[in-house]
């Protein structure tokens, strides 16, 4: 029980998920948090390149051992808290969102 409470695993996607789901998991990659879910739609790149363990939508044995390993494994916890804080500077950092709606817009940096 005292892991639990000196641990930080984000489990923001439901078997059922949308645009507010992916919000969710992108604050907590932005955090650097170890995030574990269910894969769909939204749990496409740049999502999988963070910190995030996914399994089949309604796998709960999948999700019970998913968060078991993020909250029992240091060094995998670890790892996956570097790949997400990683992945929220390169794609979700504010520059990286204005750099990304410029090239939208015709508008690329040089």
Known sequence: MEILKTVQAYYPFQE???PVVKVRA????ACGLPIVGYRGGETAFPITDAGILL?????RVGIAEALT?????????DE????SLAAGQRDF????????????LGNAPT
């Open 16 to 18: 059922k998920g949308g």
């Open 26 to 29: 992108i604050a907590g990659i």
């Open 69 to 77: 390993r993020v909250l029992c494994d240091a060094k995998f916890r």
């Open 93 to 104: 950092s504010w520059d990286a969102i204005a750099e990304q709606f410029l090239l939208a």
């Open 80 to 83: 996956m808290r570097q790949r």
């Open 55 to 59: 399994v089949d939508p309604g796998d």
